[in-house]
């Protein structure tokens, strides 16, 4: 007679654990793959909005033009404004305004910028001259900003370079605002503008935008 020969008891435990240890290892390092993948298409959805937000500011202000409006107050607003004391973070008058169904309104447009709790906000007015009944539109460009903070080449004889190539700002000015004591005095646009964002997450990020000759 055959003598009949299985695995014993020892032997199917020993590989069932090995057969554990492999699938847990193959489950670890499948979770792993996933995490990073989708890690890398939130980095990517972040920088594409960051460098969408930033072409969206140079676009505006590449297209500046020298129109001062009248707000909601009636107040002479100048063509271009900006700083902590100013309404906004950044207000001016920009051309190419695309009117593709030909309705009767200006090409010119005046858009704000500014910063509403985390959120980077542009408004535009579908009026230069507007009075309070006149809301703007609002677009969110950017989420999780912590703030942001702008500068002001007022002429040529401000603008410094040290050793390093590294551009001196000491001189640069915080607040591109008319004389307030003088109602409805306006301000001429500067030569350029530095705009920096405190991110919570990509820490600061900073663009030198130089603005068109009026």
């Known amino acids: ?6 695995f014993t008891l020892v032997e199917v435990l020993v590989a069932m654990a090995i057969m554990a240890f492999v699938a847990v290892a193959g489950y670890t390092s499948l979770t792993a793959v996933i995490f990073g993948v989708e890690s890398l298409r939130e980095e990517s959805r972040r920088l594409n909005d960051i460098n969408r937000t930033f072409q969206v500011l140079g676009k505006d202000l590449h297209q500046l ?5 009248y707000d909601e107050f009636g107040s002479r607003r100048s063509a271009f404004e900006g700083g902590e004391l100013a309404p906004q973070t950044l207000s001016f ?20 910028y500014y910063l509403d709790e985390d959120q980077l906000v542009r408004a535009a007015w579908p009026v230069l001259d507007r009075t309070g009944a006149v809301e703007p539109n609002e677009l969110v460009l950017l989420s999780g ?13 401000q603008l410094e370079v040290d050793r390093n190539s590294q551009i001196d700002r000491r001189y640069w000015q915080e607040n591109w605002i008319p004389d307030l004591s003088r109602p409805d005095a306006l301000v001429e646009p500067p030569l350029a503008v530095e705009i920096r964002l405190q991110m919570f997450d990509w820490g600061e990020l900073e663009r030198l935008y130089v603005l068109p000759p009026l």
Do not use: K, Y
């Open 1 to 6: 007679m055959r003598s009949s020969s299985g």
């Open 65 to 69: 033009v020298n129109r001062s409006v």
């Open 93 to 112: 008058t920009r051309a190419g305004w695309h009117n593709t169904v030909g309705l009767p309104r200006s090409t010119l447009q005046r858009v704000a």
């Open 145 to 157: 900003v912590e703030s942001i903070d702008v500068r002001f080449l007022a002429g040529l004889d």
